[in-house]
């Protein structure tokens, strides 16, 4: 363990026409910091996690973080990138600069506002983090490319419907005792399951409840290294993390497999020390309910083609044995592309330090976190342990 996150802040996600990307990362960079105890003034280094590619004008954002103190002039500040993963691809470069001994304290944010946009263009933006032409041509924006998933996933281990309406009801659920998320209602299975006028078909087998949301927000995390943390108020340890990308092109993989997330999650483990079954719970990347589905086997809960029995058994609800996304993860917390890693961390560490309210987890311990950038390219896994 070489780094802990000391402090942390989250505005609601949805849509939230008032703000500015500027105005949202404000207001989670001074709660973050004043949340670990510090000053502006104490932090070393910045990085801003923010996908954008098009959602607002402003291309060259590592600076907009600067307007939230005059103590942050002059500090490093760099933007990251990594489509989906934009925020953990953030998250993991402040643990570098941490264990490289670069910096004592790190603010890592991440940010994005998407909703101000038409549907067919917020569509058009999120394929730049998937499409090449040797894939052939997507229709329905990356719907389309995870309702293509989903139809091939159909026909080589037969109809999920039942599994990807199941894992849309137990997000919604989840995320209802969520107070950030973005759709706090309780959908059930059967709205999930049914087409109807509330949930047509989106693309292929998905339906509308299979998607993520389209949303605005940010988050913020104050990292530090492991001697400075244990004179903090609060910390929660990186037992593990790791990264793996993969090709860009669906055509030069077995899209069904999501490789890069088991080669994530493998290191991630090992790194750690521990096994799947040690974990308290799971926080993951189910941009579409499909992606969930195949992390599952990704992850090795369950072996390939058959995901479908870790939620039809009820292992991955909020009571089984491995709740996966307690806080309604993508499908109902929202999606704010840049500042879903980020989150995805805050998240852990209200439950770890026992702050996650209706969400808690009871007990919780230690946790695992996989942040996804494109189908399956951009691969991010986090292990991350309650420090006190
Ligand atoms: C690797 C990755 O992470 S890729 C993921 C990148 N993200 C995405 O691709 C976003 C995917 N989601 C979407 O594009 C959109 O949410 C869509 C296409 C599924 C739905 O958008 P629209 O059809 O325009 O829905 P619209 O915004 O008009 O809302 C209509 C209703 O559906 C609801 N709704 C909208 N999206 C969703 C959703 N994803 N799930 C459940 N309900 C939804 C709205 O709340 C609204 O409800 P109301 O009538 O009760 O007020």
Known sequence: MTAAIVGWAHTPFGKQDAETVEGLIGRVATQAIADAGLEPGDIDEIVLGHFNAGFSAQDFTASLVLQADDAFRFKPATRVENA??????????????IRAGAARFVLVVGVEQMT????????????????????????????????????????RWGDQSDALAAIAAKNHQNGVANPY????????FDFCRAESDKNPFVAGPLKRTDCSLVSDGAAALVLTDMTTALGMK???????????????????RDILKFEGC??????????AGVSLSDLDFVETHDCFTVAELIEYEAMGLVPEGQGARAILEG????????????????????????????????MTSMQLTGQAGGMQIPGAELAGIFNMGGAAVANYVSVLQALK
């Open 234 to 252: 609060k910390a929660v340890a990186f037992r593990g993390l790791a990264h793996a990308q993969d090709f860009l092109p669906m055509s030069k």
């Open 315 to 346: 292992w991955t609800t909020k009571e089984g044995k491995l709740p996966v996304n307690p806080s309604g993860g993508l499908k109902s917390k929202g999606h704010p592309i840049g500042a879903t890693g980020v989150s995805m961390h805050v």
């Open 116 to 155: 101000r946009l038409p549907g067919p263009e917020i569509g058009n933006i999120l394929l730049k983090a998937s499409y090449l032409p040797e894939d052939g041509a997507t229709q329905g924006g990356f719907a389309g490319v995870f309702g293509q998933i989903a139809e091939g996933y159909f026909q």
């Open 262 to 271: 088991s080669v994530a999650w493998g290191k991630a483990l090992a790194a």
């Open 84 to 97: 989906c993963a934009t925020g953990s691809a953030a998250v993991h470069q402040g643990v570098k600069a």
């Open 181 to 188: 998320a973005q759709m706090r209602k309780d959908l059930g």
